[in-house]
């Protein structure tokens, strides 16, 4: 989308099911899973550029040897930089111990970072910290091998302060109220909780603590703990862990909010949060990556044994719609075609814009990522066009002359790549004073290819703050000198904060709410956006199940297009000759071209969990208190 916005975080569980030693002689490398590991994360990088990190665990190693290893960076290209890390250190190991290079048992051993156990995390600075201390994967050490959790996920919860509450209530003493490290400690405690249950019926049986370490890793119930662990959380997530013995896990939220997909044989299994990166790196098919279905866990035990468990009841399915309109990458088929779907059904809507004169229409996009949507459009314009040829033709009938129809055949959509993005550019753009200069030269237009009389068609994925739309590109579009600038959005109006792992969580951010604002000005019926202020604040303190989102009141007088023909006069930038018109997705569409994912909280207010309402009330209170701060 032109206005870029931070979102979930992307990640990669893999577990060899084989002796390192088999993907020595099979693949050339007993590197094999951290070479996997590197590709599914870079497949992955559209979800999170801002840190990454790496975990592994060796199986089965000797007291005094380590068996865990992390690393992690927030460097410009944070995953190369992890890679080049990993590979440094491998290889200042190989050229003092060149005996290591055939001797896959060897590596495992002396060398860091080689294991059957491996987690990745790719990730945004959903908070704005971007330091190494929030970059996952997160660690909670134990002596006990047991007892050991590493944590990596994508995911938000809207109650860490119950949560973290209720450790304090537990009697620990947690060193933030952080998500990820409530959660962890979440999990952790119950971990303890078992292990300790665990080595006292074990030593009632006649075992002596040495012996009872393999028989605590055997028994030891993954999906009990989660389900303890998981019983109040509220929100979107996928969550990833391993156990220092070499359990591992994946849990997905029971609204199925943020993705996990799994894929098994005998050599691997490995979750993450795409599809498309599974079938990518393992070169395997459609149908062979299941979807790991919502308020369930896949689990790994040590022994390699693959189950999935239902952990909690699931909900009604809101997996969420952004992801298939622009967060994750469109080379799965699905997602491929449903933004392809996105573009063909909105494509009504621009021919009534441009009052069906294709003739003087010039279609394009901004940015790349809404090409597929693009494609979806021009596709519909082709058969809209198709079938009126057709009509024409049989109108005139067997008479008609060659010349007649070359000329009725000639008339096509027109397509052209009208802008390009500047990348070098962009990244040397800072926070200056100069900065709005700079951001009007981010893209380059491809002058001539648009006429005075033409109409100009920009599909883009979404449209959330119509920045970068009235600071850069609609000047930029304007210099073409076309009538009217129609831009696309394939997505619906974003009116409402998310809460369950994308940037999203000011209210006065969004422009459907500035021009929902200034309809009320207008209207002099600013005395309602009061009377919302004070319905939201009699609720602050009620269980999160009993709050109602009043907020949907603060757009309800006003229809989808009264909204929309306000967007087009506040991102029009002063001085614009053309007339420039913005059209929205219907929510209805969206629905229809993404079926399975139905969660479109941002668009219609319908939170799938409880905390979303809190979440929404709140950011309306710091919009009418002046607060510039996160809601959540």
Partial sequence: MSDAIKHECGISLIRLLKPLDYYKKKYG??????????????????????????????LDVQPGQRYMSRVRSVQAQPIQDIFAQITDRVNRAFVEHPEYADDAEAQKKHIPYIGEVL???????????????????????????????????NFNMTN???????????????????????????????????????????????????????????????????????????????MAGMLGHGDAFVLRDPSGIRPAYF???????????????????????????????????????????????????????KACSFER?????????????????LGRLIFPKILTSIDHDIRNTV??????????????????AQNYLNKKKEEQILEIGSGISRDELHEILEIRPRIEKVAIKDAKLRTFITQDSSRDDLVAHVYDITYGSVTENDNLVIIDDSIVRGT?????????????????????????????????????????????????LELHRENNSLSLVEDIYHKCKEQIHRQDSEIINYVKEFYAPFSADQISQKIGELLSPAGIKAEVEIIYQTIENLHQA???????????????????????????????????????
């Fill in 325 to 341: 309109i622009y967060f994750s990458r469109g080379s799965d088929l699905e997602i491929y075609q449903e933004r392809k779907e």
């Fill in 119 to 153: 987690l990745g995390h790719v990730r945004y600075g959903t908070f704005g910290k971007n330091s190494i201390e929030n970059v996952h994967p997160f660690l909670r050490q134990n002596n006990w091998m047991h007892r050991n959790l590493i944590v990596a996920g």
């Fill in 29 to 58: 490398s007993a590197f094999y899973g951290v070479n996997k590991m590197y590709l599914m994360m870079e497949k992955q990088h559209n979800r999170g550029q801002d840190g990454a990190g790496f975990a592994s665990i060796k």
């Fill in 363 to 380: 279609f394009s996009y901004i940015p790349n990522t809404a090409e597929t949507s693009f494609l979806g459009m021009v596709r519909e």
């Fill in 594 to 632: 993404c079926p399975k994912n139905l969660g479109d909280w941002y668009f219609t207010g319908d939170y799938p969990t409880p905390g979303g309402n809190k979440v929404v009330n709140r950011a309306f209170i710091n919009f009418y208190e002046g607060k510039n701060e996160r809601a959540y």
């Fill in 468 to 516: 970068t739309l009235k600071n850069s590109i609609l000047g930029i579009l304007d210099r073409l000198s076309p009538k009217k600038i129609i831009v696309v959005s394939s997505a619906p109006q974003i009116r409402y904060p998310d809460c369950y792992g994308i940037d999203m969580a000011k209210l006065e951010d969004f422009i459907a709410f500035k021009a929902a």
């Fill in 263 to 317: 894929y098994q044989d005998e050599e691997v299994v490995v979750v993450a949060s795409e599809r498309a990166a599974i079938q990518t790196v393992f070169n395997v098919q459609y149908q062979a990556v299941k979807e790991l279905d919502p308020a369930h866990a896949i689990i790994i035990k040590k022994n390699g044994k693959v189950s999935v468990k239902k952990i909690m009841e699931p909900m009604e399915r």
């Fill in 160 to 238: 860490v302060a119950e949560l973290f509450d209720n450790l304090v209530q537990l009697g620990q003493h947690p060193k933030e109220m952080a998500d990820t490290v409530t959660v962890m400690e979440k999990i952790g405690h119950f971990l303890d909780d078992a292990v300790a249950k665990l080595y006292k019926q074990i030593k009632k049986e006649g075992f002596n603590k040495m012996e009872a370490s393999p028989l605590i890793a055997e028994r030891l119930n993954l999906a009990k703990i989660l389900r303890k662990a998981a019983k109040n959380w509220d929100g979107g997530y996928a």
